[in-house]
């Protein structure tokens, strides 16, 4: 990725918050027919000593399911991002050397992943995944809300895929080569745009 340092993002704090903020990766291998991707939710687990690990699940139809230990992986987290308009900065008014721009939170993450076909690994990632995506519910869903005998099924037709985390690279494109002036511009335009992902650029933007 091109990450002019101005731009880079290093605190592991940070990464972890967007990845489990925007738990939506896109998982991308190469295989001998070309790139594949996946677009998998993932769970985030910080070991004892700082090791990240990715755990997510696909459909036992995928090819992913068959992957062997080892292959190489990327996975791809998005956070917040908005278009900038050249119209947000004071400078426009006096030298016009301004452009549109867009602004954008990513975390890139490689590593090796491995297919897990564990029946009980796999209820045990689920039940952790569902407790998590269901924590704002004002009457949360439980796996055992469901019958047994269907989920029983379900779990059948999945399997289980993990990702030793190798390394993070975040990337915050939030106006940081600009004046403060420019910043505040932007930030402003961002919150008076009325969009919520655009305020949650504005915060990042504002100087």
Do not use: C
Not at 26 to 44: S, Y
Not at 113 to 129: E, K, S
Not at 194 to 200: I, K, L, N, P, V
């Amino acid at each position: 990725m091109y990450l002019p340092e101005a731009f880079a993002e290093h605190r592991p704090e940070t990464l972890h918050a967007l990845i489990r903020a925007n738990p939506l990766g896109a998982v991308v291998i190469r295989t001998d027919d070309g790139f594949d991707a996946n677009h998998l939710p993932f769970e985030l687990d910080i070991g004892a000593e700082g090791k990240a690990v990715l755990r997510g699940h696909v459909a036992r139809s995928n090819a992913f399911a068959t992957l062997t230990a080892g292959t190489d992986a990327l996975v791809i987290f998005e956070g917040p991002s908005a278009y900038i308009s050249p119209n947000w900065y004071p400078s426009k008014q006096t030298t016009h050397e301004v452009v549109p721009t867009y602004n954008y939170a990513v975390v890139h993450v490689h590593g090796r992943m491995r297919a897990i076909d564990d029946p009980r690994w796999v209820r045990g990632l689920v039940a952790r995944l569902t407790h998590r995506m269901e924590a704002s519910q004002p009457k949360p869903w439980k796996m055992g809300d469901a019958p047994p005998a269907y989920l029983d099924e379900l779990i059948t037709k999945i399997v289980g895929i993990e990702i030793p985390v190798d390394r993070m690279i975040g990337k915050w494109k939030m106006s940081q080569n600009k004046t403060h002036a420019d910043r505040t511009g932007v930030a402003d335009g961002l919150a008076a745009s009325g969009s919520a992902t655009a305020a949650e650029v504005a915060r990042l933007v504002r100087p």
